[in-house]
């Protein structure tokens, strides 16, 4: 009792070193917070300062060019229809390019992803290699590839596709040998205790278990890749972005069929999303036990 | 009975209608990708890759990528000799000094090549390529050019016509016109990428620089060789490093600032938090908007209000991301459990409080997570949106692949901008790890 009213009781020290322990989680995020901030200002002044126009000069600016290009196409809308039918092709080529090199690079991360996965690896030895190929080509943004080949194999979908399909493959594979590693590998053992080959175990034993998964990621992908296939095409490579490169050096005259560009761009990329995440949610409910 | 074969009679039919379906989707899924690439194979034009494929162009690449050349050249008219490294103007030899492959007698110079090949310029605008197989070729500008060979016969490695010689070994290259006679020869490595020939610290090793006597009276040894290897006019390491830094802040700032407008959003856009059925599909709305628009769009429409720079980049990646991050949050919003908000709430917490000690400690690690994800993979879409926009690592690549001339710059960039992607693949995993599994524990 008279521990107590001395403070220096059980109970009063554990409380004291509680409110230490608070203070001391308080100091340290509060420190972390204060880094983070004066990064972020220090940051935003070092990137306005280096732009070519400022942040406070440009902002009473900032719908100048959208407003040009909505009062063109309103004055031209009559053309509208015509346009849109017009880049139709061009946005195909684009949707080509991305599905194109979803397929691809899912076949190769499917294949890079079961040679480098524990327990599936024909060759457990190489699985550190077959990583790191996957990590560079992940690392490897689709633009360097695009321009290097665009050099060597002139302007085109393909250059563009091959960029696309190898980081894909480096994407795909890293998530696909993350859903073989939550794979069950008794089939596997089954079938090789039947004496299967190692293609027949994998197809099989693995494939189904993992396909939903596989699917839903690939879709998720493709998303992803018909926006690169845009941007892509924006440096040289065919298709969409580089039709909307041209109208846009021709400048005030042609905005109309930026605009016509645009637009094709944005429905299809929320028309896709949308589609692509009513299967995926479909996917999901469905491997759920 | 009859009940019991008449389920199993419906259970076979089931059964083979399932056995038919999959082996429709087994054939039929793996018919329509073949029919699909075979179309593509025809869309694209896959045959004509081959005309329009330029293999000397990927030699080239490849070969700059390992090595440099380094020319003698003299000028035909006024016989001046020079000897430069990729014929850069930094890399050129001073007059009078030549490297020791290089002979200078008077008019004579003596090129030693490798594998015992050599070039001997001689006066009166005469050369002689010296073959240790084929044997000596001589050439002279009379006033065309004109060549003397032990054959009678042109090797395939010669192509000549009356106003060019160009004969190509696997020991080096040598060319003559009427304006000049040129050798090249070939080394292993980058040229000049620590100093160029001007700085006094070129030929002088590490250790001499480190430890060595004071090479420039001028200046100290390690300031002055930081100076002269950061400021490089060929390679220019400071500007290279600047726009690395370029590239990394555009994602860092787009991420964080996406991050920061996306989360009270979100709040808005969560079925639990948002009881307004109009507010919450409005914003969700405003989300899929800003996301469908895309980066693309994003860039070109900001570059024109703020010019190009990294500024543009930042904010076109902020814009966009502020709608993905904006979806995943109130998804992760919508997942908390309702028990701790109660909790807190049962102590009289005010609404703010309740979102601070109820909420965030519960989506901090998931959130967390979600944007250092997105700043790893926006350090790739800023390398991209540089070279749009026109700022950092992005653009200096666009600009060295389109003159097409130093592609071992190009080949320096890419290892650097992959350098620069691997390690933030890295940091952000560790990161990751560490705040994630500090929250758990904490627990």
């Avoid at chain 2, 980066?295 to 709608?323: E, M, N, Q």
């Avoid at chain 2, 904006?326 to 919003?333: D, Q, R």
Wanted: glycine residues 8%; aromatic residues 10%; neutral net charge.
């Amino acid at each position: 009792m008279t521990d107590t009213t001395q403070g220096g009781s059980p109970l009063s020290a554990t409380q004291g070193s509680y409110m230490a322990m608070v203070r001391q989680k308080r100091l340290y995020s509060g420190i972390a917070i204060l880094i983070f901030v004066v990064l972020l200002v220090s940051g935003f002044h070092t990137a306005n300062a280096r732009n070519a126009g400022g942040f406070l000069d440009g902002l009473p600016q900032i719908f100048d060019f959208p407003a040009d290009v909505v009062s063109e196409a309103w004055d031209k809308r009559a053309d509208m229809a015509g346009l849109l039918w017009r880049y139709l092709p061009e946005l195909i080529e684009t949707l080509n390019i991305a599905a194109v090199s979803t397929l691809l690079g899912a076949a190769l991360g499917l294949l890079l992803s079961l040679l480098s996965t524990r327990g599936m690896a024909p060759w457990p030895p190489l699985i550190p290699v077959f990583r790191r190929v996957m990590d560079v080509s992940r690392a490897l943004p689709e633009i360097v590839v695009a321009l290097v080949l665009i050099y060597m194999l002139g302007g085109g979908p393909i250059p563009a596709m091959c960029a696309i399909a190898l980081h894909t493959a480096g994407a795909l594979g890293k998530l696909y040998s993350e859903v073989n590693e939550n794979a069950d590998l008794k089939p596997v053992d089954g079938l090789s205790s039947v004496g299967s080959t190692w293609t027949q175990q994998m197809l099989l034993g693995v494939v189904p278990q993992v396909a939903p998964n596989y699917l839903s990621y690939g879709l998720l992908r493709f998303e992803v890749n018909i926006r690169a296939s845009a941007i892509l095409g924006f440096v040289g490579a065919g298709g969409i972005g580089y039709e909307l490169r041209n109208s846009m050096s021709w400048g005030p005259g042609r905005f109309d069929e930026a605009a016509a560009i645009f637009l094709l761009l944005f429905v299809t990329i929320i028309v896709v999303d949308n589609i692509s995440s009513v299967v995926r949610n479909r996917l999901s409910e469905g491997a759920r036990p | 009975m009859s009940d019991a074969t008449v389920t199993l009679v419906d259970r076979q039919d089931a059964a083979q209608a399932l056995f038919r379906r999959k082996r429709l989707v087994s054939v039929g899924g793996p018919a329509i990708i073949l029919l699909y690439l075979t179309y593509i194979f025809f869309a694209f034009d896959v045959m004509g890759l081959a005309d329009r494929a330029r293999l000397d162009n990927a030699m080239t690449l490849i070969r700059d990528t390992y090595s440099y050349k380094t020319h003698v050249t003299r000028a035909n008219r006024t016989g001046d000799l020079t000897v430069a490294k990729e014929s850069e103007r930094p890399a050129t030899y001073p007059e009078g000094q030549t490297p020791d492959w290089v002979e200078v007698a008077g008019e004579t110079v003596t090129i030693d090549l490798p594998k015992g090949h050599s070039v001997v310029f001689l006066p009166e605008k005469t050369a002689i390529y010296r073959h240790p197989e084929f044997g000596d070729i001589t050439a002279k500008l009379d006033p065309g050019v004109v060549i003397d060979l032990p054959e009678s016969q042109i090797p395939d490695w010669v192509s000549y016509s009356g106003t060019r010689l160009d004969i190509r070994t696997e020991a080096g290259r040598m060319t003559m016109t009427r304006s000049k006679t040129e050798v090249f020869r070939y080394f292993l490595g980058w040229e000049l990428f620590w100093f160029t020939l001007d700085s006094p610290y070129h030929n002088h090793s590490v250790l001499e620089v480190l430890f060595g006597p004071q090479i420039d009276p001028e200046r100290p040894n390690i300031a002055g060789a930081w100076q002269d290897f950061w400021g490089n006019p060929l390679w220019h390491h400071g500007k290279v490093a600047w726009a690395i830094a370029e590239t990394v802040l555009m994602a860092f700032l787009g991420t964080a600032g996406a991050a920061l407008v996306a989360l009270p959003l979100a709040f808005l856009a969560a079925r639990n938090f948002t009881p307004f059925v109009v507010v919450r599909q409005l914003v969700r709305r405003v989300f899929d908007f800003v996301r469908g628009v895309d980066a693309l769009i994003f860039t070109i429409l900001l570059s024109r209000a703020f010019g190009p720079g990294p500024l543009t980049g930042a904010l076109a990646i902020l814009l966009t991301d502020s709608g993905s991050l904006g979806k995943l949050f109130s998804e992760a919003l919508e997942n908390v459990d309702e028990r701790q908000i109660e909790g807190v709430s049962s102590t009289g917490a005010k609404p703010l409080q309740r979102y601070r000690f109820g909420v965030l400690p519960q989506i901090t690690p998931v959130l967390l997570s979600q944007v250092l994800y997105y700043l790893e993979s926006n350090t790739r879409s800023a390398t991209i949106i540089g070279a749009i926009t026109g700022g950092g690592i992005g653009l200096m690549l666009t600009q060295a692949i389109i003159t097409q001339k130093d592609w071992e710059e190009v080949s320096y960039y890419i290892v650097l901008i992959v350098l620069m992607v691997i390690f933030m693949d890295w940091a952000s995993g560790m990161l990751r790890r560490r705040l994630i599994k500090g929250k758990t524990g904490a627990y």
